[in-house]
């Protein structure tokens, strides 16, 4: 091993100094480079058994007469090498170095004198050389070193993430990409890198060698839809069957030109056949998808029933894309589906009530229609579904009675003051006499009056619309008919004066404007009904009562102070039940006058006067009537006007006979024609 030790050597391309005497470091004599040994003169065979690094280090010294620069620890190893005869001096320095190298230890040169030997785990941060020039004329090793790439065609950063696999673990850094220059910097032992430039001689190479482009005129698709199920078909993998998108060429691209309705194909020459048989298959005269249709409604409005329709066919199709999104992504790229038994219905099918995601419904006020759009099976869900909806709401006539219960200290509400028995909100008996007698009540075997079945409210509740009898009035008694979940108002009242604003004049003094608003004051009634298939209807009924209890003078003018009494209630009644809501009550002051002797005038004039509070509860009687469209609903109509001035006149008109003439003042009707 020592005989080709002392003949001199050179490395890394540097020729080796003449002998000189020997060097004591750490109580160590320095090896002595052996003269006149040139790189390709012989020094085998060279035989190592279980050599130290030391040892090694030192014979690398001898050959090539650089100073080893070494840190106190490194990875402990025993070497062992054989090399023949013939192997030369360079040959020998790259074995010892790529044994040096799989031990875990990197050699580093440091300017023409010195040899730096570290671990690798710390030598890709240890200022590698940089190589300038290609590695493939460098013979391969292990040795680090750092070279930039620059590439011309191909794109660095996807380049460096295809290559990060095959670099080394141990000794490489990550690539460092230049994006102005399309470069990469990378740190990798020398046949890492050897093997990294091959690759990119192999692939930074222009592809337009190998593209051929080609257009397509289309005749009756659109360029648009035909690129769109070309990459449905050839570009999305089949998420479904698990399998992987169709090979294309390298480089192959469709795309749609819109102004001339064109596909234009750039790839190899070789597809063209492929995609001209696609294409003309795919272009192809068709229905049209989607048809128009509009729907007349007889009964509903058309808003309402557009904006019902729209909210569930968007509801469907978002639930349906949440839940089985990914198969509706994939129907055109679904696997053909296993045969189906005998009687079943073949391949996958859609949902009977399902809409598509063409649908449009757009309300026609004018006409008070719904334009709708969509398939064929589209159309006949909507039309099934808006004749549903249009139809005619079920209809309520609600009778009211309006009265004021005036109470005394023995009453508790304006219910117990009148004798009326009631149950659940329902008057179900009248107790005793009512207003001086029970009009429209049958007395039954307990001495409590049952409610007549029929005729008016008051008299069906036993009171009178006369203004004033004993303590309580009829305010008023008035009838409205709605249809279900449509809210009816009744107000009872008048309409005051009342200045919201004054303006003060500043040209002249002392004058000044008021701003005037009329204001509803009085009793008002909202009802909210929902009409059950049963005759049930519920109600819910608002009731707000505002009078003038008393003046102010504002600016030099009355104003009243309004109060103000609310109640908020959900009833339920059968058609003809008679229901009573009471509760808002209201305390006044009045002046009471005693009169002293018979006579009226002086009597009253010297007579005594006390102020006394009068309690006063608003009673209300509410009786719905479900209409049936038959003769019944007119009859308390018909009870009305016959009870009126007018009564008489008006039955002419009603009575006459379909196609009969008006009658004629002072001439007989003539007779109805035949």
């Known amino acids: ?105 990197a050699v580093i040169q440091q300017g023409d004198k010195f040899l730096k030997v570290i671990p690798n785990l710390v030598a890709k941060g240890e200022s590698p050389a940089l190589i300038a020039d290609s590695t493939l004329k460098m013979p391969p090793s292990g040795r680090i070193a750092s070279k930039i790439f620059t590439l011309k065609h191909a794109n660095a950063q996807e380049f460096a993430t295809q290559i990060v696999g095959i670099l080394n673990t141990t000794l490489a850094a990550p690539p460092v990409f230049f994006g102005r220059n399309n470069a990469l910097l990378i740190t990798d032992s020398i046949t890492n890198l050897q093997k990294i430039e091959n690759l990119m001689l192999q692939l930074d190479k222009p592809q337009l060698d190998v593209i051929a482009t080609k257009a397509y005129i289309l005749k009756s698709a659109m360029a648009t839809d035909i690129v769109t199920k070309l990459t449905t078909m050839l570009r999305t993998p089949q998420a479904a069957s698990g399998a992987a998108p169709f090979r294309l060429s390298t480089g192959t691209t469709f795309l749609a030109d819109e102004r001339t309705n064109r596909v234009l194909l750039l790839g190899s020459a070789d597809q063209h056949d492929f995609f001209d048989k696609l294409i003309e298959t795919l272009d192809q005269k068709s229905n049209p998808n989607t048809k128009t249709d ?34 509706k992504t994939t129907t055109l790229n679904r696997t053909p589906a296993p045969a189906a038994a005998p009687g079943a219905p073949s391949g996958p099918q859609n949902g009977a009530d399902e809409f598509s995601s063409m649908v449009t419904v757009i309300p026609d006020i004018r006409s008070n229609s719904v334009v709708v759009s969509g398939t064929t099976d589209d159309l006949r869900l909507l039309h099934d579904l808006i004749d549903k909806v249009d139809i005619v709401l079920p209809q309520v006539r609600v009778e009211v009675v309006i009265a004021e219960v005036t109470l005394t200290d023995n009453d508790q509400n304006g219910i117990s003051a009148l004798g009326l028995s009631v149950t659940a909100g329902k008057l179900t008996g009248v107790n005793g006499t009512v207003a001086g007698g029970t009009v429209g009540a049958n007395v039954n075997g307990t001495g409590i009056a049952t409610l007549a079945p029929n005729g008016s409210l008051t008299g069906a509740i036993g009171l009178s619309t006369t203004d004033r009898l004993n303590n309580y009035r009829v305010l008023s008694v008035p009838s409205v008919t709605t249809t279900h979940n449509k809210e009816a108002t009744i107000f009872v009242g008048e309409s005051d004066p009342v200045i919201t604003g004054t303006t003060t004049s500043t040209v002249t003094a002392g004058t000044s404007t008021s701003t005037v608003t009329m204001r509803d004051i009085g ?96 009673v209300i009687f509410m009786r719905p009537y479900v209409l049936n469209a038959s003769a019944v609903d007119n009859l308390d109509a018909l009870s009305r006007i016959d009870a009126s001035s007018v009564g008489p006149d008006v039955r002419k008109f009603i009575d006459r006979a379909p196609g009969k003439p008006l009658p004629v003042e002072g001439k007989p009707a003539a007779p109805a024609a035949k």
């Open 294 to 327: 509009v729907i007349f409604l007889r009964h509903a409005d058309a808003k309402a029933v557009a904006d019902v329709v729209t909210s569930l066919v968007t509801g469907q199709n978002t639930a349906t894309t949440r839940t089985n999104g990914a198969a």
């Open 523 to 618: 009793i008002n009634l909202k009802i909210l009904p929902l009409i059950g298939k049963d005759g049930a209807v519920q109600m819910q009924v608002s009731q707000s009562v505002e009078d003038i209890i008393r003046t102010t003078v504002v600016d030099g003018n009355d104003q009243p102070i309004i109060g103000r009494r609310t109640m908020d209630s959900y009833v339920s009644a059968m058609s003809g039940e008679i229901i009573v809501m009471g509760g808002l009550q209201r305390t006044t002051k009045k002046k009471v006058t005693t009169r002293l002797g018979p006579i009226p005038i002086i009597g009253d004039f010297l007579g005594s006067t006390t102020d006394v509070e009068v309690r006063q509860e608003l």
């Open 1 to 105: 091993m020592l005989a080709g030790a002392f003949a001199p050597v050179e490395f890394f391309g540097q020729a080796a100094p003449a002998a000189a005497p020997a060097a004591v470091v750490s109580a160590t004599a320095a090896a002595v480079p052996v003269p006149e040994l040139a790189g390709s003169d012989k020094v085998g065979p060279v035989i190592l058994r279980d050599e130290t690094v030391a040892q090694v280090l030192d014979l690398m010294q001898r050959w090539t007469g650089k100073s080893i620069l070494r840190p106190q620890a490194l990875p402990a190893s025993l070497y062992t090498l054989s090399l023949p005869a013939s192997v030369t001096r360079d040959e020998a320095l790259l074995a010892i170095e790529t044994l040096l190298n799989l031990n875990g230890i």
